[in-house]
């Protein structure tokens, strides 16, 4: 079995994709208002009964035994999110409460490049041209990694990838497909503040935050740097992209696409978060039980 699952996806590779993409099918609105008053039009995750919490998150019970209940089937998700949505705590919360596999394409490809294996001396190449890394070589690291024993054992959470319509059309062609796509929605208003907030301690290498999360001491404070791109101008013309990617991936994963809202406290964004998947692995659990 392991060997002939082995020839199988040694065989797969990223098929040649048109650029035309299809215009994205409802659920989408951007009026021609400014930005703050985007709006996305998916399916919201109702609110839970949780009570109200504090900025830090609750401790959280390891997987359920529905995760062991399908196994053979393990939850498959994909989550975006716009700069500063948070988007990497809720990461952090998903993987330790269901023990899915962490992937990010940024790690990965970084990965490959201090490894020296062949895709990462390719990437390399691009990169210090100054060039785009082509999807070709990011879809077969992602792949790769998809179908090592552990994402294929636990379960996957795909961080922030795919970001475009090649893309994702690539990962269907492999039958990479997802059983939720949890899309983090915070108005532009509050991104652009928790980005322009930010600062960077040069010795200790702590993010702050001027508003949320303020340095300790003046000493501190007066040594904290901005990032060059933590500029209003600069936030919001990655907000834009941020946009014109989720828009270009409706038309592929709007029937799996959740929208939860991410301007509230963490734990709260989380039990949104963790409701959805609950009623994922519900309905795989389901689905193994008639078989």
């Not at 019970?61 to 062991?68: F, M, Q, S, Y």
């Amino acid at each position: 079995m392991a060997s002939s699952m082995a020839t199988a996806a040694a065989s797969l590779s990223p098929p040649v994709l048109s650029a035309e993409r299809p215009a994205a099918r409802g659920g989408l609105f951007f009026p021609g208002s400014p930005a703050s008053s985007r709006t996305l039009c998916l399916k919201s995750a109702r609110r839970s009964g949780f009570s109200p919490a504090t900025r830090k998150p609750r401790s959280l019970p390891r997987a359920t035994k529905a995760v062991v209940a399908v196994k053979d089937d393990p939850l498959k998700v994909m989550i975006a999110g716009a700069p500063a949505s948070g988007k990497g705590t809720q990461c952090e919360l998903i993987k330790t409460k269901y023990d899915l596999v962490h992937i990010s394409a940024g790690d990965l490809l970084r990965a490959e490049i201090a490894a020296g294996s062949e895709n990462g001396k390719r990437a390399k190449e691009f990169m210090e041209k100054g060039q785009l890394v082509p999807d070709e070589i990011v879809v077969n690291m992602v792949k790769g990694r998809l179908l090592q024993p552990d994402a294929q054992e636990k379960g996957w959470l795909l961080d922030g990838y795919p970001r475009s319509y090649s893309q994702a059309m690539a990962l269907e062609t492999l039958g990479i497909r997802p059983d939720i796509f949890i899309l983090l929605d915070v108005p532009d208003e509050i991104l652009v503040e928790r980005v322009v907030g930010r600062r960077l301690d040069p010795v200790t290498g702590k993010i702050y935050h001027l508003k949320y999360s303020p340095p300790e001491n003046e000493e501190i404070a007066s040594r904290l740097t901005q990032r060059f791109d933590d500029t209003e101008e600069k936030v919001k013309l990655r907000l834009q992209t941020h946009y014109q990617n989720v828009e270009s991936l409706l038309s592929i994963y709007e029937d799996v696409i959740v929208k939860v809202k991410g301007d509230a406290l963490v734990d709260d964004v989380f039990a949104d978060i963790d409701k959805e998947l609950t009623s994922s692995l519900d309905k795989k659990t389901e689905v193994v039980a008639s078989a």
